[in-house]
């Protein structure tokens, strides 16, 4: 059932609640992932082999470190990318919102 928000452009519904749009992940965040957990995975495997053959020390240290800022920056871009494809699907409910304005306008010329 239609909101009190919504509107009809060439008789297509247009709903202006962002919370009824679904959005499905594309291939750049997909392949995110993947990446993401395998230098998880990687990353602390890789360490504990470090730890198990040198011992506590700088290099496991400075280790920890680089593997900690490489998990929060795919973090970072992954929540940059969210925020990018949820911009554009604001975007696009905008410029509908436009147009019916545009419509209305003319209407009442």
């Known amino acids: 059932m239609p909101c009190i928000s919504d509107r009809f452009i060439n008789n297509n519904l247009i709903s202006f609640n962002m919370a009824k749009e ?16 395998l230098v998880l995975i990687v990353g602390f495997a890789f360490i504990q082999k470090i730890a198990l ?9 400075s280790l920890i470190f680089f593997w900690l800022i490489l998990t ?38």
């Open 22 to 37: 679904v959005r499905n992940p594309n291939l750049f965040e997909k392949i995110l992932l993947v990446i993401g957990i």
């Open 53 to 61: 053959a040198v011992g506590f020390g700088f290099e496991l240290l």
């Open 72 to 109: 929060v920056l795919i973090i970072m871009l992954s929540a940059i990318e969210n925020m990018k494809e949820e911009l554009k699907l604001a975007n696009e409910i905008e410029v509908a919102e436009l147009k019916l304005m545009r419509e209305d306008f003319k209407r009442k010329k």
